[in-house]
């Protein structure tokens, strides 16, 4: 893990206390952002009482609720934030694959706040099925996308071990978030590192997976907006990138969302334009045809009768 000695020293403290955790059995399922508001408001979840209560929703705790230990791996990793008597946990750690994941704490209101949810389960799921699925010669070189926890990229690997696996985001954060998540998998094939798309790296991929921002967000967090007026450009960039660097056989496992206007869906639209030139194969489905429908109430998605999670798959011609 290379960086700063203090940051070393403390990204060791965060492998370490995911280590505890996971003897400890801990596991938690991250929700949505608004049901996780919904399940803290009730009155008996204002404080949290355990692990999960801590470090997967995010409440706050009194110095005495969780193990000494939990707590110095905490303070060691910079994670923990004191208030007099009310302490914070400043990251939560989510159990996907057998394995478990650091990520920011609730809300995801930070720039360089890194996510993890139901999408990235989802993402993920589409990643690690194309793989135990592939038909074609051995899986050589990966790199996933806008990698966030790097999730996507650690499924892939175990299932396919003897890859090269890059995990390429332009959040500093993310990438730390993703050594510590491959240190905590044991997935030495996955190498996190600063790239725009595929700008900052070289050579050609057998497999390429994205989980980009596909919202319309009036905020403009780096996490959560794709840019465009329909939230999508940033996927059909991560189209154009595969249709120039998958190798013969390579495939595109492309997770996003659209904004669903009088019946149409305008990502679909534009990604059967941009592949019509190339010589890859797809395939387009909608995994949820209606999520998010909070965002149905503001103006971005005035016009959306719902909000729909897509899956594109294209394959390249041997």
């Known amino acids: 893990m290379v960086g700063a000695p203090d940051e070393t020293r403390r990204d060791e403290a965060l492998i370490q206390l995911g280590q505890a955790l996971k003897a400890l059995g801990y596991m938690f399922t991250t929700v949505t952002p608004v049901t996780h508001e919904r399940v803290n408001r009730r009155p008996d979840n204002a404080w949290a009482h355990d692990l999960r209560g801590a470090l997967g929703w995010s409440r706050p705790f009194r110095p005495d609720t969780l193990p000494p230990s939990i707590v110095e791996a905490m303070d060691a990793a910079g994670v923990l934030h004191r208030d007099g008597d009310t302490w914070r946990s400043l990251v939560r750690f989510s159990s996907y694959d057998d394995e478990l994941f650091v990520h920011s704490a609730f809300p995801t209101s930070a720039p360089d706040a890194v996510f993890f949810g139901p999408d990235t389960y989802r993402m993920a799921d589409a990643a ?7 038909r074609g010669r051995p899986i050589r070189r990966a ?15 175990k299932r396919a071990p003897d890859a090269e696996v890059l995990a390429v985001d332009i959040n500093e954060n993310a990438l730390r978030y993703a050594e510590v998540n491959v240190a905590l998998a044991g997935t030495d094939g996955v190498h996190p590192c600063r790239s725009n798309l595929l700008h900052d790296v070289s050579g050609s991929f057998d497999l390429i997976i994205s989980n980009p921002p596909f919202m319309v967000d009036p905020a403009g967090r780096a996490y959560r907006d794709g840019g465009g007026p329909g939230g999508h450009a940033l996927s059909l960039d991560i189209i154009d990138v595969a249709a120039e660097r998958l190798e013969p056989g390579g495939s595109l496992v492309l997770f996003s969302g659209v904004g669903i206007v009088d019946g149409r869906d305008s990502l679909r639209a534009a990604a059967a334009e941009r592949l019509a030139g190339t010589d890859l194969t797809w395939t387009y489905r909608e995994v949820d045809p209606d999520v998010y429908d909070e965002e149905l109430d503001g103006d971005a998605y005035g016009n959306a009768e719902r909000i729909a999670v897509v899956l594109l798959t294209a394959v390249r011609a041997e």
Not at 128 to 134: D, L, N, Q
Not at 143 to 157: F, K, Q, R, Y
């Open 128 to 134: 690690a099925a194309h793989v135990e699925s592939w």
């Open 143 to 157: 790199v996933d996308i806008g990698c966030g926890t790097g999730a996507g990229a650690i499924a892939v690997a």
